[in-house]
């Protein structure tokens, strides 16, 4: 599939801008989704080429977790092997769903998670009551949870960092180095399904995947100053945005019945 310059440089800002927000307060999903359907790319390519981006930033955020030694791999080894698995489950899910479901559904979904997002509890460096046992909860939510980001996406890395805080009562810094090394093997997973299918627009895919790495390195910077306060109403506010302009296109079954009201 060509890819016209103009949409190029537009989808690779988004992805600069989707780093950045990344680093700061997670979420850069919301935005390069949505901006892969009005760019007017075939559902399964923009989720496809959204992966492999969404994967390089994962990876390379383990990466340098692990080099200051913040992996814990003993424990997190089997948990990553299932998080693998159910990306892969729902990546091979999403290919068999027809192209009109995903156009009429991603939207909707795409405000659901915004909404998580604004209204998701605030975790603090405190520890807090385990209320799941670690084997129920490796088995069960691990796996859940690989296959949304299979199959959707959008604020894995989130859930998972929630997940390992309120379920499993850890602190607020071990739950987010587990969140990012199970975040990057569910991205790994649905990647490898993605890769062989030939959905993934490759010349988009790497331009994008060099500015969301960028954006990133930018975020991270700025962390510091602005903080997620600031940052994450922007992005809610942008996804839904989008998410209305999606709604909003000519033939999406949901804007023309709002229309009539």
């Not at 559902?43 to 992996?71: C, D, E, G, H, Y």
């Not at 990553?80 to 995903?102: H, N, Q």
């Not at 379920?167 to 810094?173: I, P, T």
């Not at 790497?206 to 991270?220: D, E, S």
Request: with cysteine; aromatic share 10%.
């Amino acid at each position: 599939m060509e890819i016209e310059v103009s949409i190029l440089l537009v989808l690779a800002s988004v992805a600069l801008l989707a780093g950045f927000f990344d680093a700061i307060a997670g979420g850069g999903g919301l935005l390069t989704l949505p901006a892969f359907f009005i760019a007017g790319i075939d559902p399964l390519s923009a989720m496809a080429t959204n992966k492999f981006q969404a994967s390089s930033a994962s990876v390379s955020a383990v990466w340098a977790f692990a080099r200051k030694r913040m992996i814990q791999w003993k424990v997190g080894r089997p948990m990553a092997i299932l998080s693998f698995t159910g990306g892969v489950a729902g990546a091979l899910s999403i290919s068999m769903i027809d192209k009109a479901i995903l156009e009429l559904t991603v939207p909707i979904l795409l405000i659901a998670v915004a909404s998580y997002f604004a209204f998701s509890p605030k975790l603090d460096v405190r520890d807090r009551k385990q209320r799941m046992p670690s084997l129920s909860f490796t088995l069960v939510i691990i796996p859940i949870i690989g296959f949304y980001d299979g199959i959707f996406g959008p604020g894995t890395g989130s859930f998972f960092m929630v997940a390992f805080s309120l379920l499993l009562g850890q602190q607020l810094m071990q739950a987010i180095c587990n969140s990012k090394l199970l975040n990057a093997s569910c991205n790994l997973g649905a990647l490898s399904v993605f890769a062989f299918s030939g959905a993934i627009i490759w010349p988009l895919a790497l331009v994008m995947a060099f500015c969301a790495i960028l954006g990133a390195q930018l975020g991270a910077r700025c962390a510091l100053y602005f903080g997620p306060g600031l940052i994450r109403p922007l992005l809610i506010t942008v996804c839904c945005l989008m998410s209305l302009r999606l709604l909003f296109n000519d033939g999406h079954a949901v804007g023309e019945w709002l229309r009539q009201f």
